[in-house]
């Protein structure tokens, strides 16, 4: 056949199998419905400041995502702050974890010393993260992480401040439901290798211009074509291959086809054809959590004592000051991750609340000139316990998943969807 590999989706997923495949001389055509690429991970304009749909953090132990980075002859100092690991939560405590020690030593170090947390808090988190390492973080059987915590005794204020926050960073699911092997599976990488490894990466540009775009560059340079704004309306098999319809073609014939859509549109795709009813049960018993971020630009002195600072209370989470960032000078983003009472209020009053929330706990801050609420009502599956997640592989012969919430160790984040373009890109190039 003429066109070899159909995509369908310009998220990171999507973008970055075609990439791969591209680059190996593989006939790359990727379809994006909208009329930008990169998904929930993109940058967008407002007030004349580049923003992100929502304030993302990159750890050190995402590997594929940094040698994508590399790739695609981006250094990360350009990119990304990269910060050793340190949690400030506002009026409870402080940990640095230690600069000299080898992992885990240096987080148990950074614990035993932090500044906030009682003798006994501190002591239940050093033999928990003791117990796991004997373990080697595996689980006999998943369970919740909040049950799996009580279980290890770990003191209630503990769970509040530590690792609820942690949870929600990492999962974007409330620790009464999520997976604690998955929460178990970041632990491990973040903290029992590597010491780089628990390091914290925070974008210094926006999304769009950090992957989306550079992987674009590479899918066109080596061949590759990129239709936007161009939804598949169906798929239908045909003899050694399939056959997509789009709004403006009748049909355009592939070898191979990568759907790195979200799921709703998964199983739109899928709905025509027969032997992905497994696939669609799977997608459908997905449900989904929230990522709401709140931007406010405040006078361009304006900054905050650290660039991320954790809330154990209230609508705020996490706070970044992206003037420290990247250069955005008095701007501030709130991030409020997972279901809560911030769902049943508007943006406005959301705002207002956020805001006298931040300047209680920062009072040099003063009134903000603007404020910018981004709602991504479905950001990421709930990972919930024992959760099936359907595989790249299906069943039918050359068609394959992608994204961030198919079969993998990883909750939904940029590794998880760089994981799975990736493995798609390698599968197809072992076909053929």
């Not at 989706?9 to 379809?31: D, E, F, Q, W």
């Not at 974890?97 to 906030?116: D, E, R, T, V």
């Not at 709602?375 to 790249?392: G, N, Q």
Request: with cysteine; glycine share 8%.
């Amino acid at each position: 056949m003429q066109n070899n590999v159909a995509i369908i989706g310009g998220g990171i997923a999507g973008l970055t199998s075609a990439a791969i495949l591209a680059s190996n001389g593989v006939n790359v055509t990727l379809y994006e419905a909208n009329p930008y690429l990169g998904g929930r991970a993109r940058g967008l304009t407002w007030k004349g400041t580049t923003l992100d749909n929502g304030q993302h953090i990159i750890l050190g132990a995402y590997h594929q995502t940094l040698s994508l980075l590399s790739k695609l002859g981006i250094h990360e100092e350009e990119v990304l702050l990269r910060i050793p690991l340190q949690i400030h939560m506002q009026d409870v405590y402080s940990l640095h974890a230690n600069s000299l020690l080898p992992a885990p030593f240096h987080l148990l170090y950074g614990i035993l010393l932090a500044k906030g947390l009682s003798l006994k808090e501190r002591l239940s988190a050093i033999l928990f993260m003791h117990r796991l390492q004997k373990i080697d973080y595996q689980l006999d059987q998943d369970i919740t992480l909040l049950s799996l915590l009580k279980k290890q005794n770990q003191p209630s204020r503990l769970i509040k401040t530590l690792w609820e926050p942690i949870c929600l960073a990492a999962l974007n699911t409330p620790p009464y439901l999520a997976s604690a092997q998955v929460f178990l599976n970041v632990l491990k990488d973040s903290f029992s290798k590597a010491k780089n490894d628990s390091d914290m990466l925070l974008p210094k540009v926006d999304l769009t211009k950090m992957i989306s775009e550079p992987l674009a560059l590479m899918i066109k340079n080596n061949g590759g074509k990129i239709h936007i704004k161009s939804a598949i309306k169906s798929i239908s098999r045909i003899e050694n291959g399939f056959c997509l319809a789009t709004e403006n073609t009748t049909g355009s014939l592939y070898q191979f086809i990568v759907i790195a859509t979200s799921p709703h549109k998964t199983n739109e795709l899928l709905a025509g054809l027969a032997g992905t009813e497994s696939i669609q049960a799977m997608i459908n018993k997905l449900r989904f959590q929230p990522i709401y971020t709140a931007y406010f630009q405040f006078e361009k002195d304006v900054n905050l004592p650290q660039a991320m600072i954790g809330y154990s209370s209230g609508y705020c989470q996490w706070s970044f000051d992206r003037g420290t960032i990247c250069g955005q000078h008095g701007l501030i983003a709130v991030v409020i991750s997972a279901e809560g009472k911030h769902q049943e209020i508007s943006h406005e009053s959301l705002a207002k609340a956020v805001l006298e929330e931040l300047q209680a706990h920062h009072p040099n801050l003063g009134e903000p000139q603007w404020t910018k609420i981004i709602a991504e009502k479905r950001a990421t599956f709930a990972c919930s316990p024992r959760l099936a997640r359907p595989d790249a592989i299906t069943m039918i012969p050359n068609l394959y998943l992608a994204g961030d919430y198919t079969q993998g160790k990883y909750p939904a984040t940029i590794e998880g969807a760089v994981q799975s373009g990736v493995e798609c890109a390698h599968y197809i190039l072992k076909s053929r």
